[in-house]
């Protein structure tokens, strides 16, 4: 089974910190993702990744930054995390382009 | 604009069947897909339409209409384990997917 492992099911940080997001998927996909999710809004791309050391912005990338230097990990960073950044945050891969998606277990970040 | 419309809400009685909606507007059309997340988890893949009609898998079976960018999922002898909220995504010409909000099933015994 692919698996998609993001390091916190939970954090709690301050405003203007700098966060990282971390997630790591074992089956050598090609292609990851960045979604927050928030109630009534559904998923929304953050950022998005079709190759190492590549990065194109999704829907929402004001207030975020992302890092693929490996193939398997892809990093998304706040750089002063604000309030309105407090969302469920999940990662997700995928084999090739328009294939469905393996999500990791979500990280809900509150920032204070 | 791209965008994807489905009901908040939905409840349903154990045993009975339940038929989730969507619509959607995408620029260009390359397949739809439906997932199930339970609270506190990831979603998880459920189906995929690109061709219209009726895809049937098990007590879940997913519809497609190109012509009227609407799909449904129909969920039959619901359990209560089926509770969860079911999303909708749709891929356009981007190759990246547009997800709905997500309608919120409730299976009451």
């Known amino acids: 089974d692919v698996k998609v492992t993001q390091s916190s099911r939970y954090l709690v940080k301050r405003t203007g910190e700098k966060v990282f997001l971390e997630c790591v998927q074992d089956m050598d996909h090609e292609n990851m993702f960045w979604y927050r999710q928030d109630p009534g809004l559904g998923l929304r791309l953050i950022y998005f990744?079709?190759?190492?050391?590549?990065?194109e912005k999704g829907d929402i990338p004001e207030g975020y930054s992302v890092s693929r230097e490996k193939k398997e990990r892809f990093s998304l960073i706040l750089e002063s995390a604000s309030t309105n950044q407090t969302s469920m945050y999940l990662c997700?891969?995928?084999?090739?382009?328009?294939?469905?998606?393996?999500f990791g277990s979500g990280t809900r970040l509150t920032v204070v | 604009g791209q965008n994807i419309d489905q009901p908040t809400e939905m409840t349903a009685t154990e045993g009975a069947i339940v038929q989730i909606n969507c619509t959607y507007q995408?620029?260009?059309?390359?397949?739809l897909f439906w997932y199930q997340q339970h609270a506190g988890e990831a979603p998880t893949f459920l189906s995929y339409n690109v061709l219209d009609g009726l895809e049937e898998k098990g007590r879940f079976s997913s519809f497609l209409s190109r012509s009227k960018g609407y799909s449904y999922l129909l969920l039959k002898e619901l359990q209560m384990k089926d509770s969860a909220s079911y999303l909708c995504?749709?891929?356009?010409?981007?190759?990246?997917?547009?997800f709905g909000p997500g309608t919120r099933l409730s299976v009451l015994p």
């Open positions: 990744s079709y190759d190492v050391k590549m990065k």
């Open positions: 995504a749709a891929r356009g010409n981007g190759q990246n997917f547009v």
């Open positions: 997700a891969s995928s084999r090739q382009r328009g294939y469905g998606y393996t």
């Open positions: 995408t620029s260009g059309f390359n397949g």
